[in-house]
C-alpha cells in the first residue's frame, strides 16, 4: 500500500514538473507588447535611450521581434527582443542604426538577419550589402586546396521605410551551409560553425543617395549609446567602397 501511494506521489510530482517545465520553457509566447509598454521598458532599462516613439515591430521568428524606434534627441535606434523564461525581454538596445548581423542562431545562418535604421536626414535612397570571400589557398596533409572569391549582393530601397530587418537571400544561405560542410569535412578538429563567419566570410554594405552616388549615413552614427542584457550575437559589418569590389570587365 505504501509502495502504491508512493508511486503516485511520484507521478504527480513528475507530471506537475514537466506541466510547470512546458509552461515555463515551452509554451507559446505571449502576444508581445503595446507600444506604449516598450518605451516604457527601454527607458526603464536603460534612460540614456530616451525612446519616445516606436516605428514598428518586427517579428524575426516566435521568440525574437526586432524593434527600431526614434528618441528624444531624434536618434534613430534599434531594440532587441526575446522571449525568455516566459517574458518578453528587451536583451540589447542601440540608440545608432548602423547595419549590423544579428545571428539569432549563430549555426543556422537562415536565422540571420541584417538589421538598420537610417536617419532620414541622411537622405539615403538604397543600401547594397555584400556577402564576401577572398580567394585563397591552403596545403593541409600534403592537399592543395584553392579558394575562389565569392561576392554576392542584394540591394533593398529606403524609399518607403527607413528600417529593415533582412533576411539572407536563400543563394548566400546556401553557399554558408555548404562552404560549412566541405570545410567542416576537410578540417573536422576545427568547431568550424563557431569561426566560419569571423575568419572566412565577411559582410559589407554600400550606401546611396537619391541620385544614386555613394553617400554615407552619418547622422545614424551619432546615437548615444548601447545597453545589453542578454547575449544577443551581432556582428558590424564593414563599411565598403566600389574600389573593394570586383565587377565583369566591359567590353
Known sequence: MMKKKLWIFVGIIFTMSSAITYWFYLSKPAPFPKKEQLVEEINSIFP???ATVIQDTIPVDEHHVL????????????????????????AFIDTNGEPRLWKVDRNNPSSYRIVWNIHPEDHISSIHFYLLKDRGYLITEG?????????????????????????????????????IKVESAKQPNLFFNDIFTEQYVSFGWISYDQTNKEAFPERSFNGGGAYSNENVDLEFLMILDKEELEFPALH
Do not use: C, R
Open 48 to 50: 540614456e535611450a530616451a
Open 143 to 179: 592537399k592543395e586546396y584553392y579558394y575562389p572569391k565569392v561576392q554576392m549582393k542584394e540591394s533593398v530601397s529606403l524609399q518607403e521605410k527607413n528600417y529593415g530587418a533582412m533576411q539572407l537571400p536563400e543563394n548566400w544561405v546556401t553557399f554558408m551551409n555548404t562552404f
Open 67 to 90: 524593434v527600431p524606434f526614434i528618441s528624444k534627441e531624434d536618434h534613430y535606434g534599434l531594440s532587441y527582443w526575446v522571449w525568455h523564461k516566459h517574458v518578453w525581454k528587451v
